[in-house]
């Protein structure tokens, strides 16, 4: 089945530690997103990717980095910079030139 | 910017009820408005979306009409069961070159009984 995966489902880390949330997808999709879901807040935009190896910011990138090395792959590590990064982190993918977004299941990471 | 207003929940509504969430939008031009819905646990599934003005989308029961003058895209469903139980999210995108960047609203979230 096409879609795309992210794991992990649920991600416990140290205050200071970098942590690094996988997504996958298998729907030859040019271009992926990432986001982050906080309660009330609905879903802002961290990073896109429009093509392999380039990446732009989005509203909130700051504390967080990218990287797309793999058309299927787009990594998004959440580093000691980010203040607050206890959150639901949403991955998506869209095909080039169409404006639906498909998105992963999501992984919540839990800073302690 | 661009930004998107819903109203707020929780929507408390028993099972075959008529429901209606409000959406409004500002953006200039003319964006692509969605419908998405995410389960408990889960990421967001496209319900619906519409294109141009007057569009009208739909899915499972689910409807939106795309209003340009009013700049609102309200989902209503004529009879609601218990499995609509979900928090609904309205959102507009703009294409930028392969991207599509959206702007979501805070969500709101049904909640339906027996």
């Known amino acids: 089945d096409g879609g795309i995966t992210q794991s992990p489902k649920y991600l416990f880390r140290k205050e200071g530690q970098n942590v690094t949330l996988s997504c996958e997808q298998n729907?030859?999709?040019?271009?992926m997103y990432w986001y982050r879901q906080d309660p009330g807040q609905g879903l802002r935009l961290i990073y896109y990717s429009q093509i392999v190896n380039d990446f732009q910011k989005g509203d909130i990138a700051e504390g967080y980095s990218v990287s797309r090395e793999k058309k299927e792959s787009f990594p998004l590590t959440v580093t000691s910079a980010q203040k607050n990064p206890t959150a639901f982190y949403l991955c998506a993918s869209t095909q080039g030139g169409t404006d639906t977004q498909y998105f992963g299941p999501g992984t919540r990471l839990t800073v302690l | 910017g661009d930004s998107v207003t819903q109203m707020e929940g929780p929507v408390t509504l028993s099972e075959e009820a008529f429901l209606t969430i409000n959406c409004t939008y500002t953006a200039t031009g003319y964006p692509s408005l969605f419908w998405y819905v995410q389960y408990p646990g889960e990421g967001l599934q496209l319900l619906l979306k519409a294109t141009k003005a007057d569009d009208k989308g739909s899915n499972k029961g689910f409807e939106a009409t795309y209003r340009k003058e009013t700049t609102s895209f309200h989902l209503e469903k004529g009879s609601v069961q218990v499995s609509d139980s979900a928090v609904y999210f309205c959102?507009?995108?703009?294409?930028?070159?392969?991207?599509?960047?959206?702007?979501f609203g805070t969500g709101t979230r049904l909640q339906v009984t027996l």
């Open positions: 729907l030859n999709h040019d271009a």
């Open positions: 959102a507009l995108t703009r294409n930028t070159g392969t991207a599509s960047k959206l702007t």
